[in-house]
């Protein structure tokens, strides 16, 4: 890695491990809000709708923030909303407001993902720094619930959110500190040419990334929704976060309702599939540079992996076997996500990818609550051994996205 670009690269780490946090204090205050505010589940569960709205708009304006002001000018405004936000739910607000703010909380987190994404997309490497990027999203979201759990044995869950919020502020300072400042007429981010990039595509994509700053936020959004790479891309990213968080949500109620296992060991091979899912991001992709694979051929590797442990889960009698199941299919899941935004430089004009990285980033948000909540509702009616029947289709409609995905590139797996 250059020099000049470890900082950012390092600050970008640290970053998605504070976002990884974010995503594991929430359910653990989850309880303390409800007892609180005097509301019952379905009531707080609005905050889930919020929340996500909030990150799909962040998604949608990825691009035209980036283009106009720069990663460290979007960055900066994307950690100064989460700080200002955290400081007023410090302030215990009425429930009304509440759930409101927590729709900007899901803004400042949506623009820290996708700008953080579209700036490492942007270097040498991209894919393994992608991997490593939400790798570190993983280890945040174990700790997460630790600390939350902690704090609350002494104090009240607004200390939580001031907490995050203080924690916040060097992220900021980091910020504006460590990525460059943009100089008048610089384009946006743009990933290295990669293998199979003609002359007279590169001349047009540095052409387009020229006049990138002048396109209004509209078309710059209309343009990226017109590519099929982008789309597929973003269906690809709308179906992994699905059955990602399907598995995640309702694994531990799969092993105790349909394969009896007792509830201590459950929860223990939940915790089993998210820490699989982290350790394949680490690993992954390393082992795949030193093989020699392409991108192509450690995703369809990877998917595969993912197939054949959910049909393993599934099929086998032994309860014990579906509960190791559950865990390899999270280390095969892991490297998906990050692996598919390192390509979105591959699946449109450079002056777009920005915007494509959002709109990506935004649709697997729809995807992680849409299919969760749809295998929830079948399991409703029929019980939850559907769940993993489910999973088996989402990872065949993995392999149904990925395939012209596939196609559209050539470049070889980053080395570590």
């Known amino acids: 890695m250059r020099r000049h670009v470890r900082p950012p690269v ?21 309880p303390a809000q409800m007892a609180g505010y005097g509301v019952d589940r379905a009531t707080i569960g609005i905050t889930f709708f919020t929340g996500s709205a909030g990150f799909v ?54 623009i820290l993902e996708s700008v953080l994404n579209v700036y490492l997309t942007s270097l040498p490497d991209a894919t393994a720094l992608l991997n490593r990027l939400h790798a570190f999203f993983g280890v ?95 269906a690809m990213l709308a179906v992994y976060v699905g059955l990602e968080l399907g598995v995640g949500g309702w694994g531990f109620s799969y092993l105790v309702q349909a394969r009896a296992l007792p509830e201590s060991f459950a929860g223990y091979s939940v915790s089993g599939y998210w820490l699989g899912l982290t ?21 369809y590797a990877c998917l595969a992996g993912v197939t054949a442990a959910a049909m393993l889960a599934w099929l086998s009698p032994a309860a014990v076997v579906a509960s190791v199941a559950l865990v390899l299919l999270g280390f095969f899941l892991g490297p998906v996500f990050p692996t598919t935004m390192a390509i979105a430089p591959q699946l449109t004009r450079a002056s777009l990818v920005p915007t494509a990285i959002g709109v990506m980033n935004a649709a697997s948000v729809v995807g992680g609550a849409a299919l969760p909540w749809l295998v929830g509702a079948i399991a409703q009616g029929a019980g939850m051994w559907v769940l993993l029947p489910f999973t088996v289709t989402l990872a065949v409609l993995q392999f149904a996205t990925w395939w012209p995905l596939a196609n559209r590139i050539r470049t070889p797996v980053s080395p570590p």
Do not use: K
């Not at 390092?10 to 989850?30: D, H, P, Q, W």
């Open 140 to 234: 945040g979201a174990l700790s997460g619930p630790v600390l939350a759990a902690w704090i609350l044995g002494f104090a009240s869950w607004t200390t939580v959110w001031l907490v995050m919020a203080v924690a916040c502020v060097p992220l900021v300072t980091g910020f504006l500190a460590a990525y460059p400042r943009p100089q008048r007429g610089d384009p946006p981010p743009e990933a290295p040419e990669a293998p199979g990039v003609s002359g007279a595509t590169a001349t047009h994509r540095a052409s387009d990334a020229g006049a990138a700053a002048a396109a209004p936020a509209g078309g710059l959004l209309r343009g990226a929704l017109r590519e099929r790479g982008v789309l597929f891309g973003a």
């Open 10 to 30: 390092l600050l970008s780490y640290v970053t998605f491990v504070f976002i990884g946090i974010n995503a594991g204090v929430n359910g653990v205050l989850l």
């Open 279 to 299: 350790l394949g991001r680490f690993l992954i992709s390393p082992v795949a540079s030193r093989m020699g694979a392409s991108v192509a051929t450690m995703m």
């Open 57 to 110: 708009l962040a998604g949608l304006c990825t691009g035209a923030l980036v283009n106009r002001f720069g990663v460290r000018i979007a960055l900066v405004t994307g950690g100064g909303a989460y700080v200002l936000a955290g400081l007023y739910l410090a302030t215990r607000p009425p429930f009304g407001a509440f759930v409101l703010v927590l729709l900007v909380v899901g803004f400042a987190i949506g």
